[in-house]
């Protein structure tokens, strides 16, 4: 199959089939050339192995669970996202906590066995999404490993297929819109030291080797809410990702992207923000603005509260831009993007 959509980099801008994301794009006096806005909707391929949790998750009109309505629904508000100028989404095979925040994970949301390998109905939804988003112009940042399903992995030879084989899925596919990010937040809560801060990288390094045909994927991991990069993952990754939850001061935002540039290791790389929970679009200054004043991507993490109803995050989801919030980030994105 032919691809329409090719992701790359160059020094700190993104790139789409050469050309640079949003070119000769201004805002407010900011470049936004280069830059990938993008939002969180990891539950894109959500389901629950679980029984005693699957219930939690029903449709109102329904009564179940549908993970094949789940993503149904979302390929097709894919279209909108994009005709707003969102030109990136976050998927996780390990998806995320499906109620927001919390610490007790007792669903099993995986589409990685315990030994590593890959589930095949959940990488036929993969494959569905990917596919939509390669017509669309889309880039997907693809997570694989998540700290509330990464203990379902038995040990780290298990952790080590896992990504190998996730991996080689994107490269045998021919995807080339796809980033990868080894895990969600590594400073937080993992079971496997592999996937810690202190040895991450060595999965980033990981994924640079393998390659199909001499092309490879890039790759990076991100920290919780306010955490700036280890100097080793700084060294290793092709881009940096950042969180701003729990950072509710817009100066505090500016002022990660400047200490990430101080790290020892870093070089033009673009930094990205890939979930934030913050939003004021109305005021003078708001986490996306200031990300953005730092020539730093900015994406939309909207927890929500009421299935079905609001957020992006807790299913069954509204894959649509049906809520207030919703309808001011996107606004704003088609303010800034010019789209």
Not at 173 to 199: G, S, T
């Amino acid at each position: 199959m032919q691809r329409k959509t090719e992701v790359s980099i160059h020094g700190d801008m993104f790139y789409i089939n050469g050309r640079p994301t949003y070119e000769g794009r201004t805002w407010q006096g900011f470049k936004i050339e280069g830059l990938l806005m993008n939002a969180r909707l990891v539950q894109g391929i959500f389901d629950d192995l679980n029984p005693e949790t699957r219930k939690q998750w029903a449709y109102p009109d329904t009564g179940t669970w549908d993970a094949e309505r789940n993503t149904r629904e979302f390929i097709a508000a894919m279209p909108e996202w994009r005709k707003h100028g969102l030109l990136a989404l976050t998927l996780n095979l390990q998806g995320g906590n499906p109620r927001g925040y919390g610490r007790d994970q007792p669903w099993h949301n995986s589409a990685l066995t315990e030994d590593g390998n890959l589930r095949p109905d959940y990488m036929q939804r993969v494959e569905r999404v990917l596919d939509r988003a390669d017509e669309l112009g889309m880039v997907v940042i693809l997570g694989v490993f998540y700290f509330g399903q990464d203990q379902r992995l038995k040990d780290e030879a298990a952790v080590r297929r896992a990504l190998d084989n996730a991996v080689d899925w994107v490269l045998d596919h021919d995807y080339r819109h796809v980033l990868i990010e080894v895990n969600n937040e590594c400073n937080v809560r993992y079971d496997h030291a592999i996937l810690q801060p202190a040895r991450v990288h060595e999965l980033i390094e990981r994924v640079k080797l393998r390659t199909r045909r001499g092309r490879r994927l890039r790759v990076s991991t991100s920290y919780g809410g306010g955490t700036i990069p280890g100097e080793n993952v700084v060294r290793s990754a092709d881009f940096l990702l950042l969180h701003g939850n729990g950072v509710n001061d817009p100066h505090r935002i500016a002022e990660m992207v400047r200490q990430t540039r101080r790290v020892p290791g870093y070089r033009p790389m673009p930094i990205l923000f890939n979930e934030d929970d913050h939003f004021d679009f109305d005021k003078p200054n708001y986490n996306m603005r200031a990300a953005i004043s730092e020539y730093a991507s900015w994406g939309y993490f909207d927890p929500g509260k009421n299935n079905y109803v609001d957020g992006y995050q807790s299913p069954p989801v509204n894959w649509g831009i049906n809520t207030e919030r919703k309808r001011q980030f996107f606004d704003k994105v088609k303010e800034v993007t010019g789209s």
